[in-house]
């Protein structure tokens, strides 16, 4: 008698959560997400031939060579791709060769450059420091940018070397291999801009009332079982 109340008052109950809990979608927690887009432009200056443009080139130097040349490395990302709920944001930048140390870089934010006609004559002088960053003995470089955004519409920089002379990958040794087999690797080797946001974790009514239904019915049994027990 008791059992069968049991059961009528829990379909009483998950009836009701049907009805009002199903149009209803629950958020249980946040998970961090990150989307990639590639640089939209990118160049070097040379001091030695400081009339040149370097522009179209698949490789962005950076450096000095022997004290007799001068390398600026220019990367340009847009800030328009910016997503909800934005925890992070990060230039990654791969140099195309291992260091045997860490090496230390300069970077600065500038004013606007065109890629197709920017030399060491014309480069932007107008820059502000951003802070020393340490490229890894892999080549890879990472520089947070999240605080000089500033509702801007991008973000210009420029990199210096004072110890070495390297090259990093450009834009355009990744849109030059696009229909590669290995356009994956291309890919990851690309100036790009990393954006890290939070993503709220949704579970729908259906879900909801589903995993309360496993957990009403676990319940019976375990209270049935304990009564059959208890009676014998």
Same mark, same amino acid.
């Given at each position: 008698?008791?059992?069968?109340?049991?059961?009528?008052?829990?379909?009483?109950?998950?009836?009701?959560?049907?009805?009002?809990?199903?149009?209803?979608?629950?958020?249980?927690?946040?998970?961090?997400?990150?989307?990639?887009?590639?640089?939209?432009?990118?160049?070097?200056?040379?001091?030695? =031939? &400081?009339?040149?443009?370097? +522009?179209?080139?698949?490789?962005?130097?950076?450096?000095?060579? @022997? *004290?007799? %040349?001068?390398?600026?490395?220019?990367?340009?990302?847009?800030?328009?791709?910016?997503?909800?709920?934005?925890?992070?944001?990060?230039?990654?930048?791969?140099?195309?060769?291992?260091?045997?140390?860490?090496?230390?870089?300069?970077?600065?934010?500038?004013?606007?450059?065109?890629?197709?006609?920017?030399?060491?004559?014309?480069?932007?002088?107008?820059?502000?420091?951003?802070?020393? =960053? &340490?490229?890894?003995?892999? +080549?890879?470089?990472?520089?947070?940018?999240?605080?000089?955004? @500033? *509702?801007? %519409?991008?973000?210009?920089?420029?990199?210096?070397?004072?110890?070495?002379?390297?090259?990093?990958?450009?834009?355009?040794?990744?849109?030059?291999?696009?229909?590669?087999?290995?356009?994956?690797?291309?890919?990851?080797?690309?100036?790009?801009?990393?954006?890290?946001?939070?993503?709220?974790?949704?579970?729908?009514?259906?879900?909801?009332?589903?995993?309360?239904?496993?957990?009403?019915?676990?319940?019976?049994?375990?209270?049935?079982?304990?009564?059959?027990?208890?009676?014998?």
């Amino acid at each position: 008698m008791f059992y069968n109340l049991i059961k009528k008052l829990l379909s009483l109950i998950l009836i009701i959560l049907f009805i009002l809990v199903i149009p209803i979608n629950f958020v249980v927690g946040a998970e961090l997400l990150t989307k990639r887009f590639l640089a939209v432009k990118d160049t070097y200056v040379r001091s030695k =031939y &400081e009339g040149d443009n370097y +522009g179209d080139m698949e490789s962005v130097y950076c450096g000095t060579r @022997d *004290n007799k %040349s001068v390398y600026y490395a220019y990367f340009c990302f847009s800030l328009l791709t910016e997503p909800a709920n934005t925890v992070k944001v990060t230039i990654e930048l791969h140099a195309t060769k291992e260091f045997a140390n860490e090496t230390e870089v300069l970077v600065y934010s500038t004013v606007d450059w065109d890629e197709y006609s920017v030399s060491y004559l014309t480069c932007p002088r107008n820059i502000e420091s951003l802070g020393d =960053y &340490e490229m890894e003995k892999d +080549g890879n470089l990472s520089i947070d940018v999240t605080k000089y955004l @500033d *509702n801007a %519409s991008f973000i210009s920089i420029m990199i210096k070397c004072e110890e070495t002379r390297f090259k990093f990958y450009s834009r355009e040794y990744y849109l030059n291999n696009e229909d590669s087999e290995d356009v994956k690797e291309y890919a990851e080797a690309a100036p790009k801009i990393v954006w890290t946001y939070s993503e709220p974790v949704v579970i729908d009514g259906y879900s909801f009332i589903f995993i309360y239904a496993i957990i009403g019915i676990c319940g019976v049994l375990v209270w049935k079982r304990r009564r059959t027990i208890k009676n014998k």
